[in-house]
């Protein structure tokens, strides 16, 4: 847990020197030091829930551990991730009540691709040959809406998913919103473990042990698209982005010195050093979270797929106001194109310029409006920090290509093409796996 900037994020049953207590081993990192003190408690789970968290954790016996060690599971406001190593030692090695648990998950989680309205396995993104804690085996990728969490722990119930040890590692927001639900529900302990820091380290075992994780976008597309663009069709349009390619960029095996643009709700950018050495530089409530609120109040979509969707069929020229609206062309003297936004939704403060915008055309100006400022802000950080390696990662990401190419154009005009926008195959995952590496490491 947390207490006055002291993290404890280690425990092991130490022996006992007195027969009346627990005495509990711990490793305590703080801002500056890091020490190893023990700890001797009469009830030690009565006597806070996250001493009795960790008590939970020393009393679990090995075999118990060997089993609970490989799920790692990072829990976002939109999405769940969930990270499922399969080892390829035999069942026959496990106790046999620990056999019907292992096999019972492999079963269900291999019987489809797709679990419900919103489940889905990533196969095209599953690692074979992995070696985690001394095993070697096969990486999973899946994910579900956050909104169907009820429906989740329903469905583990139901195939005998929750017979596996009470264990679990995890990350996000929803490590802690839905902790008394695990608990009461499916009896499963969560331990919790920083978001950021699950997510570096995930990034940094995928750049070195994925080879083809890291790309960018061949010819980024401008957010208005080229100017003899502008009288293509929609579907004309959408084939122009597909036609663009991603390149491979080897990132690892040392991926830092970087900057990472965490795109979720809001967002936060990070300059990491190493794996234990980052910092917040920046960030900006204007993310993902924006788009699809702003999307919902004007547009009256129900989801980010569906203000993705009616983005992509909208025009933002419509409703934004450009720098050749105002100065009738390019804007030389300062090195303004003349289709570069002057003011975002700057038309629609006449009447006539509100009554021909179609929902279509505001959502796509939101999500130029959104990427357009993250971009910005990801620009001006890197020259600061006078680094040169942008990534950017996050659940606004998933599926949304356009963005994608956008923050890409927008990194590559601006910084006159001496940067890329940098993103990852394994999008959404980082955290989930790093939660599972952060267990396996203790």
């Not at 529900?185 to 042990?209: A, F, P, Q």
């Not at 006539?352 to 915008?357: K, L, P, T, V, Y």
Request: charged share 25%; with cysteine.
């Amino acid at each position: 847990g947390k207490s006055n900037h002291v993290h404890v994020y280690a425990c092991q049953k130490a022996p006992q020197k007195d027969s009346g207590f627990v005495m509990l081993k711990l490793r305590v990192r703080s801002a500056m030091t890091e020490t190893s003190s023990e700890v001797g408690v009469k009830d030690p789970v009565s006597l806070c829930p996250r001493v009795g968290q960790l008590s939970l954790l020393s009393s679990r016996s090995a075999s118990e551990k060997s089993v609970s060690q490989w799920f790692g599971i990072d829990i976002g406001g939109t999405l769940v991730k969930c990270v499922y190593f399969e080892t390829q030692s035999s069942l026959e090695l496990h106790k046999s009540e620990e056999r019907e648990a292992i096999a019972a998950t492999r079963k269900f989680l291999k019987s489809a691709v797709n679990y419900g309205s919103t489940g889905k396995r990533d196969v095209r993104l599953e690692m074979e040959l992995q070696e985690l804690g001394g095993k070697s085996g096969l990486l999973h990728f899946i994910k579900f809406a956050t909104g169907r969490m009820d429906g989740f722990m329903n469905m583990v119930t139901e195939n005998g998913l929750g017979k596996f040890p009470k264990i679990v590692c995890a990350t996000g927001g929803g490590a802690f919103k839905f902790e008394k639900d695990f608990r009461e529900k499916l009896g499963v302990d969560l331990v919790k473990y920083d978001e950021m820091e699950c997510l570096i380290k995930g990034l940094d075992y995928l750049c070195r042990h994925y080879s083809n994780e890291c790309y960018f976008w061949e010819d980024p597309a401008k957010s208005t698209l080229n100017p003899e663009d502008r009288k293509r069709t929609p579907e004309d349009k959408r084939k122009r982005l597909q036609e663009r390619k991603k390149v491979p960029f080897q990132l690892g095996p040392n991926p830092f010195p970087c900057i990472i643009v965490n795109i979720g709700s809001g967002v936060s950018v990070l300059l990491v050093e190493s794996v234990n050495s980052f910092k917040r530089i920046g960030g900006t409530s204007v993310g993902g979270g924006t788009f699809v609120g702003l999307c919902a109040l004007l547009a009256k979509t129900e989801s980010f797929e569906d203000a993705i969707a009616l983005a992509e069929e909208g025009d933002s020229e419509k409703v934004d106001r450009l720098v050749r609206d105002i100065y009738g062309g390019d804007y030389d003297k300062l090195g303004l194109g003349g289709d570069v936004v002057a003011s975002s939704f700057g038309h629609m403060v006449h009447l006539e310029r509100r009554m021909e915008a179609c929902p279509e055309d505001l959502a796509r100006a939101c999500l130029v409006t959104v990427t357009n400022n993250i971009g910005a802000i990801a620009r001006m950080c890197a020259s600061i920090s006078g680094v040169e390696r942008v990534v950017y990662v996050g659940n606004y990401l998933c599926g949304n290509e356009l963005s994608m190419q956008m923050l890409a154009y927008a990194m590559d005009y601006w910084s006159q093409g001496t940067i890329k926008a940098l993103f990852l195959e394994h999008e959404g995952y980082f955290g989930a796996l790093g939660a599972l590496l952060h267990h396996l490491s203790e």
